[in-house]
């Protein structure tokens, strides 16, 4: 019987983190809404607190730029080794734009909710992901994306 092992300093867990997302996103966003056990479920609106239209360019290099839609500034450049939970859900948000022949450099729109609730929405797909239901980390990794308090972007 043989092991494998990784050579050091290779960091495996963000790599398996973003694998695990990137697989939980897939299966979620190849699930028509309504069939199976799966139903969409109406929530009542609560008062939006913050939102911004967002736009994402992924390099080939794997770096990710997130872009405010509205006027094109720049919010974050983020490495490969970092965020990995945005990187692969702006990568399976991609690839499904890309399946319903859909252009990928559209906005998609991130907002936060008074009840809490982060949703990023993609009204070019019709695809809305819940933010809340990937953990603390994640979520906050992705509403780092927000005007900060006071900024009216």
Do not use: W
């Amino acid at each position: 019987m043989s092991t494998r092992t990784v050579p050091a300093g290779l960091p495996v867990g963000p790599f398996l983190a973003a694998a695990g997302v990137l697989s939980i996103v897939a299966v979620a966003l190849c699930l028509p809404a309504g069939h199976g056990a799966l139903v969409p479920v109406r929530m009542d609106a609560a008062p939006i607190v913050s939102a911004r239209a967002l736009r994402f360019d992924e390099h080939a290099d794997g770096t990710l730029d997130v872009f405010d839609a509205s006027n094109g500034t720049l919010i974050q450049h983020l490495p490969v080794d970092r965020n990995g939970f945005l990187h692969a859900l702006v990568h399976g948000l991609g690839a499904t734009r890309r399946r319903a022949h859909v252009p990928v450099a559209q906005s998609y729109s991130l907002t936060l909710f008074d009840d809490g609730r982060l949703v990023l929405a993609d009204t070019a797909t019709r695809t809305s992901i819940d933010m809340e239901g990937f953990g603390p980390t994640n979520m906050r990794g992705v509403l780092a994306l927000l005007p900060a308090r006071g900024d009216h972007a």
